[in-house]
C-alpha cells in the first residue's frame, strides 16, 4: 500500500502565477482533506470532502484557492494568483469515515515556494 | 473554537532519560486528543489517541479534563524518538465518536541525545 500519494514533492513558482497540487487517497478512503502547514505552525484545515462533496471549506481562502474532488478519488488543489505568503507545505489526509469515527492518514505534503 | 497550546518548542533529554511533551487544550465541548509524530524525512502518522488508551513506542498519553491537558510521557527515552510531536483536538460527536477536522497544536521537536 503506497499511502497516501502527493505530487508534485516541491514546486517553486514566481507570484501572481497558478500552482496546482495533487493528491490520490488511500484506496477505499471517502473522506479527503487539505491542510495548509506554514514554518513552524501545525496544519490548518484548508478543506474536507465526504466524497465529491465539500462538508468543510469554511478555511479556503475562495478569493484565489480551489479545490475539486472529482469522481470522489483524487483531489486537486488550486492557487490562482499565488501570492508570496503561500509559501507553504500543502499536506493531503484519507480517511474512511464510518459511525465508529476515522484515522486520518497523511501524505507526505507539497512544499510551495513563492518568489 | 478549539485551540492547542504546546508550550515547548524545543525539548532535549539524554537516552534514558523520562520525558514529558505538554500540551493543553480549550474546547467548550468534548474532544478527543491526538498524538501525531513526524520522524524525519517521513510523512506525518498518528500516535496514539486517548480514546483507545494505548501504550505505543512506550508512550502514554492521559487526558485531564480538570486541567484541559493530554502530556506525552515516556519513562525511558531512546535515540530514535528523537522527532516533532504535534498534539491534535478533534470534536466529539454523539455516540463517541469523532471525524472530520483535526486542530494541531504547534509541534515540539524532540532531541533524544546519546
Known amino acids: 500500500e503506497a499511502g497516501v500519494v502527493q505530487s508534485p514533492r516541491y514546486k517553486i513558482i514566481e507570484k501572481k502565477q497558478p500552482v496546482a497540487f495533487w493528491c490520490n487517497p488511500i484506496?477505499?478512503?471517502?473522506?479527503l482533506y487539505w491542510y495548509l502547514q506554514n514554518l513552524g505552525q501545525g496544519p490548518e484545515l484548508l478543506i474536507r470532502?465526504?466524497?465529491?462533496?465539500?462538508?468543510?471549506d469554511s478555511q479556503l481562502p475562495k478569493d484565489r484557492f480551489s479545490a475539486e474532488r472529482l469522481k470522489g478519488v483524487d483531489s486537486t488543489l488550486k492557487i490562482q494568483p499565488a501570492e508570496l505568503g503561500d509559501s507553504a507545505v500543502y499536506l493531503c489526509?484519507?480517511?474512511?469515515?464510518?459511525?465508529?469515527?476515522?484515522?486520518?492518514?497523511f501524505g507526505p505534503g507539497t512544499r510551495l515556494t513563492v518568489l | 473554537a478549539q485551540r492547542v497550546t504546546q508550550p515547548e518548542k524545543l525539548l532535549s533529554v539524554f537516552k534514558g532519560a523520562p520525558v514529558e511533551l505538554k500540551c493543553n487544550y480549550s474546547?467548550?465541548?468534548?474532544?478527543?486528543l491526538f498524538w501525531y509524530v513526524q520522524y524525519s524525512r517521513q510523512r506525518l502518522q498518528l500516535l496514539l489517541r486517548?480514546?483507545s488508551r494505548e501504550s505505543i513506542k512506550g508512550f502514554t498519553a492521559d487526558l485531564n479534563k480538570g486541567e484541559t491537558s493530554f502530556h506525552l510521557k515516556k519513562p525511558f527515552a531512546q535515540e530514535e524518538d528523537s522527532a516533532m510531536y504535534y498534539c491534535?483536538?478533534?470534536?466529539?460527536?454523539?455516540?463517541?465518536?469523532?471525524?472530520?477536522?483535526?486542530?494541531f497544536g504547534q509541534g515540539t521537536i524532540l532531541t533524544v541525545h546519546p
Open positions: 489526509a484519507s480517511s474512511y469515515t464510518s459511525g465508529a469515527g476515522d484515522t486520518q492518514y
Open positions: 484506496s477505499g478512503h471517502n473522506t
Open positions: 470532502y465526504e466524497n465529491e462533496e465539500a462538508v468543510d
Open positions: 474546547y467548550s465541548g468534548s474532544p478527543e
Open positions: 486517548h480514546i
Open positions: 491534535a483536538l478533534r470534536a466529539l460527536g454523539a455516540g463517541g465518536t469523532s471525524y472530520g477536522k483535526l486542530t
